[in-house]
């Protein structure tokens, strides 16, 4: 009884649970015939869809296009944010400069950009990669400067009594001050990044998870639907349990 | 070296809401002297303590090291604060290290004195711990080899101890004495602790609030060889009872209504 209690509050474990309640349904659901297959496909056919598109190279190549994208636009945003943020988070001229402008930018939906990135950008990779790039941008910009402004001044006048120069300030102090808050950012609008690459594939595209799941829709191949959306949602996992390592790595301090 | 402050008004805010907060402070520390300033929370000790650091600058008056006046924060004038004095992603070695490397001073020297200054403030075993892994007593010691390692003409204690619990206080007051003793050190404390004031500081300035000024300044000449006993010792009482009593009448609240 204490060892199924000691099991029972591992952290995975209730989480894992409900995962397989949720599986467990499903294949009820199915092989009692209670849902019309069209609409609930069966876990067996939806891993067979997935076999069969394995076995084709399709979902290999959906993969890498999709998560090269994701990846593109969102390094591109992080690496302009950083700095961006700390810029807005230490000097009043330039967050008073900007915050207005970005305030009222990240109330833009993303998605609304994509019919003028087509207009200029064309169909290519470049227009997608902007997408994401726009749409994590603001956000990520936004959390680090509150990250930057929660620094306590103390750390940051220490390093200044200490004969520390202005660069050596934001080098020094404030950017592994903000280390933690800047990577859970990331890893929050990380989500955000893969909405963005799955409609900018909806809306164009010749492969990706976003484009599999358009041209199943077609077809009427819900089996093939339900594969892209369980690929999409299990690489988002990885995602943010990468980021959880990196943090549990590299800032061990904040724990 | 000399500091001198010199007739230092500071106000904050502008037109109504402009609020003077130091009135005419004038007060100098010498080398190897250690000098306090008391006064109750909110008297403005913190904000002199600011300007003497180069953090923030007088409405009027002048701050100056050796006649050179003050113009912003530099390392001759190592700071302690209160609260958040540590970089916590930093262990207490590189904590220490940690102004050395801002001066860039070479490795080898770097290693040698952070070594030196653990050894001072008696945290050579706790070298490569984090400062969430030391007690509150010992992360303002750190703190403080950190500051001295960085070589300052003078040290600022903004309420080093005001955070720790009574016990800890005491003991780390009489680290304080001993370290001042051994290292020749020159310090100005600001704390609104008499006891400690007086226990620490050869020269004792009363601030009053609103706004905040010093009303009277103590030459403290007492026997400190053995700071237990200077504690409860008569003289020790008499004059501290005598300071707590007019620090009581400075403030309106405590005054006993005529
Ligand atoms: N940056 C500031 N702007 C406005 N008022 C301030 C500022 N800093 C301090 N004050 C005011 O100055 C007074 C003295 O503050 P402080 O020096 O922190 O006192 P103490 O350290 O003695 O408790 C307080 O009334 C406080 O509100
Ligand atoms: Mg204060």
């Known amino acids: ?5 000691q099991l029972v509050q591992h952290p995975w474990v209730l989480g894992l649970t409900g995962v397989l309640l949720v599986l467990l349904i499903w294949t009820l659901a199915t092989s009692l015939k209670l849902v019309d297959p069209l609409f609930l496909p069966s ?33 591109l945003s992080a690496v302009v944010a950083l700095p961006l943020g700390i810029a807005m988070g230490t000097s009043t001229v330039i967050n008073r400069l900007l915050e207005p402008l970005m305030g009222l930018i990240r109330y833009m939906p993303a998605p609304a950009f994509i019919p003028l990135l087509i207009i200029y950008f064309g169909l ?45 300030v934001l080098l020094r102090v404030i950017t592994p001050c903000i280390a933690p808050q ?6 929050i609008n990380m989500a955000a990044a893969w909405n963005l690459v799955i409609v900018a594939e909806l809306v164009a595209a010749t492969e990706g998870l976003g484009r599999r799941i358009s041209l199943a829709q077609r077809f009427l191949r819900t089996d093939e639907i339900f594969l892209g959306l369980i690929v999409i949602g299990l690489i988002g996992l990885v995602i943010d349990l990468g980021f959880r390592l990196v943090m549990r790595r590299a800032c061990a301090w904040a724990n | ?19 003077l907060v130091l009135d005419q ?35 009027a008056g002048v701050i100056s090291i050796d006649g050179s006046p003050v113009r912003g924060p530099g390392s001759d004038r190592g700071m302690v604060f209160q609260k958040y004095s540590l970089y916590p992603w930093l262990t207490a070695a590189q904590n220490v290290a940690f102004g050395m490397e801002l001066q860039r001073l070479n490795r080898r020297e770097i290693r040698e004195r952070t070594s ?21 007593g010992m992360q303002q010691r750190v703190a403080i080899a950190r500051a001295l390692a960085a070589q300052p003409r003078v040290l600022l204690l903004d309420e080093p101890f005001g955070a720790l619990d009574l016990q800890i206080r005491e003991s780390m007051q009489e680290f304080m004495h001993d370290l001042w003793q051994r290292t020749g050190l020159t310090a100005l404390l600001i704390t609104h602790d008499l006891e400690e004031a007086l226990l620490l500081a050869g020269e004792v300035h009363i601030l009053a609030p609103n706004p905040g000024r010093i009303v ?29 009593r007019c620090l009581r009448g400075l403030d309106p609240q405590l005054s006993p209504t005529p």
Do not use: C
């Open chain 1, 1 to 5: 009884m204490a060892r199924l209690r």
């Open chain 1, 43 to 75: 876990p067996s056919s939806v891993l067979a869809a997935g076999r069969s598109q394995a076995v084709q190279g399709l979902l290999w190549a959906d993969l890498v296009a999709s998560v090269g994208r994701v990846l593109a636009g969102f390094a």
């Open chain 1, 124 to 168: 290519g990779e470049l227009p997608k990669i902007l997408l994401i790039f726009i749409g994590t941008l603001f956000f990520n910009t936004l959390m680090i400067m509150d990250a930057v402004k929660f620094v306590p001044r103390e750390l940051v006048e220490t390093a200044l009594t200490l004969g520390g120069r202005t660069s050596q």
């Open chain 1, 182 to 187: 800047v990577i859970d950012a990331y890893r």
């Open chain 2, 1 to 19: 070296m000399q500091l001198r402050v010199d007739q230092v008004d500071k106000s904050f805010g502008t037109g109504r809401n402009r609020k």
């Open chain 2, 25 to 59: 402070i004038s007060f100098s520390v010498n080398t190897g002297e250690f000098v306090a300033l008391v006064g109750s929370s909110g008297s403005g000790k913190s904000t002199i303590m600011r300007l003497v650091a180069g953090l923030d600058r007088p409405t």
């Open chain 2, 116 to 136: 030196y200054f653990l050894e001072v403030v008696g945290l050579a075993d706790a070298a490569r711990r984090l400062p969430r892994e030391l007690s509150g």
């Open chain 2, 216 to 244: 009277r300044t103590v030459a403290v000449d007492l026997d400190r060889s053995d700071l237990r006993h200077l504690r409860v010792s008569r003289e020790f009482l008499d004059l501290r009872e005598e300071l707590a």
